[in-house]
């Protein structure tokens, strides 16, 4: 296992540990806090009073004939004569962990202290998100009434009881309770909504048809609309009932979409299950469509989630059993067993206790993460994969593109360039003299040797831009783009000089040198001439070689 895998494994552990501890601890009675007294008294809307002890919950899945109105929750707290005489300096705050409800209104002993949501219609939708109160220090007595009135429309309740606490008391504990109740929930979904825009843009901009990428990007915006369900949205732009029914509706179609998205991502069809689990899932989506009130609506998603958690169990045993590289999708399997995990907990637990935190919702984002991080992996591969055989192929046509003794380009190089050469080009054409003779009398090493040196030189007197080229034996070519004549004419001449001026060492101590036969040729065009061709180009220079050639052989004969 490699060090990056081992560093992801942990920090996705931890993230789980987080998420599976962590919140519901923070819904907990905190150090410092003051404890609400048990035997709280509730009102309902029909005028009926009982009284509870722990967790209040109503609602429609415990009773059909739930009464939506204002459900008025009296509750007593009693402070204790030390910490009323150490403290009273500082400002309270009075915190409810979790409400059950549309909206909430509260008073301490006898004072409106605030309220959330609209009170009168109940048109929001915040039953997730912890509460704060600022309650005044003059305010609070040794012994304190807390009326919470909370407008239900389909459901009502406290899960978990409120306290009283002051902010130095415990800062962390606050904190991270309104961060995790609310804040990371809409880190996350807006992590998912980022990953699901990456997600279609990757599809759309790489993959030529209907991809794994695509259907899983459109689950990240379908999750993110779901997740919409969690946030603290005081006033809902539509009715409370087409907002439920749509963040339900988009759990199951991005159930589907995620179904799909991870058989392409596995180049796999669909199979019966696959094909079974999306018809159920339109049904599903459909029935919820039906439901005129909230209670039936309720009743309704509570049984049809059901139908969902088949899907990560399916996962799991598709990954189990056709996956062959299972280190690869380590982290995949990460993310399906922890959405499994929190699947079957959110199924049993609330039936014990309805008022319990739901965990699902984090498993399908842990699972829409663990996917995106999979294919991010995949991507990265593919990337490094298509470089590498990128700087392959370059190294490969470089290789074929270079003749191997002196280093030079080749003919081929030559091919190449002609067809993009622009008119004010220049050649210059040279070989080594009396070549043979060096070979006969030093070897054919020295031969090489001379070689090699002639394009060292050459190349140390040309501009980056152009190109010395071996045509064959001791025959060279310079291609020199925009060079005009006297740039052309300088540049053969300090070739010429560098060349006469070699002396190579041998193995044995001699020395010897070289010369080389230079033609060259402009054929930049004048202001009345037309462009001369590449092939005309290299007829002019190879002519004026060989009468620097027969020029220099005629004054060695004169000497």
């Known amino acids: 296992m490699t060090r990056k895998a081992i560093i992801g494994g942990a920090a996705g552990f931890f993230v789980c540990l987080l998420i599976l501890f962590g919140v519901q601890h923070v819904c907990r009675l905190p150090a410092g806090a003051i404890e609400i007294l048990p035997d709280q008294m509730v009102t309902c809307p029909s005028g009926d009073t009982f009284a509870f002890s722990k967790g209040l919950y109503i609602g429609g899945i415990r009773n059909p004939d739930f009464v939506p109105g204002i459900y008025s929750v009296k509750m007593n707290l009693k402070l204790t004569t030390q910490i009323e005489s150490s403290q009273n300096h500082e400002d309270y705050i009075l915190v409810f962990p979790s409400v059950d409800g549309n909206a909430l209104r509260v008073f301490f002993n006898g004072q409106f202290i605030g309220s959330l949501g609209d009170f009168a219609h109940g048109n929001s939708n915040f039953w997730y998100a912890a509460k704060f109160f600022s309650v005044p220090a003059s305010m609070v007595s040794s012994e304190n009434t807390i009326i919470a009135e909370i407008n239900g429309v389909y459901e009502a309740g406290i899960s978990h009881l409120p306290y009283l606490i002051q902010k130095s008391a415990n800062p962390f504990s606050l904190s991270w309770l309104s961060f995790s109740t609310n804040g990371l929930v809409i880190l996350l979904a807006g992590a998912i909504l980022i990953i699901g825009f990456i997600l279609i843009f990757i599809g759309f901009s790489m993959y030529p048809s209907y991809n794994s990428r695509l259907f899983l990007g459109l689950a990240c915006f379908l999750t993110a609309l779901f997740l919409t369900d969690f946030m603290n949205l005081e006033y809902l732009p539509v009715s409370l009932l087409i907002f439920k029914k749509m963040v339900v509706i988009s759990r199951h179609l991005a159930a589907i979409a995620f179904c799909i998205g991870f058989l392409k991502l596995f180049e796999r069809p669909l199979d019966l299950f696959a094909r079974m689990f999306i018809a159920l899932q339109i049904v599903c989506s459909a029935i919820l469509l039906y439901p005129a009130t909230l209670n039936l609506l309720k009743q309704?998603?509570?049984?049809?989630?059901?139908?969902?958690?088949?899907?990560?169990?399916?996962?799991?045993?598709?990954?189990?059993?056709?996956?062959?590289?299972?280190?690869?999708?380590?982290?995949?399997?990460?993310?399906?067993?922890?959405?499994?995990?929190?699947?079957?907990?959110?199924?049993?637990?609330?039936?014990?206790?309805?008022?319990?935190?739901?965990?699902?919702?984090?498993?399908?984002?842990?699972?829409?993460?663990?996917?995106?991080?999979?294919?991010?992996?995949?991507?990265?591969?593919?990337?490094?994969?298509?470089?590498?055989?990128?700087?392959?192929?370059?190294?490969?046509?470089?290789?074929?593109?270079?003749?191997?003794?002196?280093?030079?380009?080749?003919?081929?190089?030559?091919?190449?360039?002609?067809?993009?050469?622009?008119?004010?080009?220049?050649?210059?054409?040279?070989?080594?003299?009396?070549?043979?003779?060096?070979?006969?009398?030093?070897?054919?090493?020295?031969?090489?040797?001379?070689?090699?040196?002639?394009?060292?030189?050459?190349?140390?007197?040309?501009?980056?831009?152009?190109l010395v080229i071996r045509l064959g034996g001791d025959e060279f070519l310079i291609i020199l783009p925009h060079c005009p004549a006297d740039r052309l004419a300088s540049t053969a001449r300090d070739i010429a000089d560098e060349c006469s001026r070699s002396a190579l060492s041998l193995q044995n101590g001699e020395v010897f040198g070289y010369s080389v036969s230079i033609g060259s040729f402009c054929a930049a065009p004048a202001l009345s001439s037309p462009a001369v061709s590449f092939k005309e180009a290299m007829t002019q220079a190879d002519e004026a070689m060989y009468t620097n050639k027969q020029q220099k052989k005629r004054n060695h004969l004169e000497l």
């Open 300 to 466: 309704f998603y509570t049984v049809t989630y059901l139908t969902i958690l088949p899907l990560p169990l399916y996962l799991l045993y598709f990954l189990f059993t056709k996956c062959s590289r299972k280190k690869e999708y380590s982290i995949l399997l990460a993310g399906v067993a922890f959405a499994t995990l929190t699947a079957l907990r959110d199924v049993a637990v609330p039936l014990v206790y309805p008022g319990a935190v739901y965990y699902s919702h984090y498993g399908f984002m842990i699972l829409i993460f663990a996917a995106a991080c999979f294919i991010a992996l995949d991507e990265i591969n593919h990337f490094s994969l298509f470089v590498r055989e990128k700087s392959n192929a370059e190294r490969y046509r470089n290789v074929s593109l270079h003749d191997p003794l002196t280093g030079a380009w080749n003919r081929s190089m030559m091919e190449d360039t002609v067809h993009s050469l622009p008119d004010d080009f220049s050649l210059i054409l040279m070989d080594i003299d009396d070549l043979k003779e060096i070979n006969d009398r030093y070897g054919h090493l020295a031969g090489d040797n001379a070689l090699r040196d002639l394009v060292f030189r050459a190349q140390g007197l040309i501009q980056h831009n152009d």
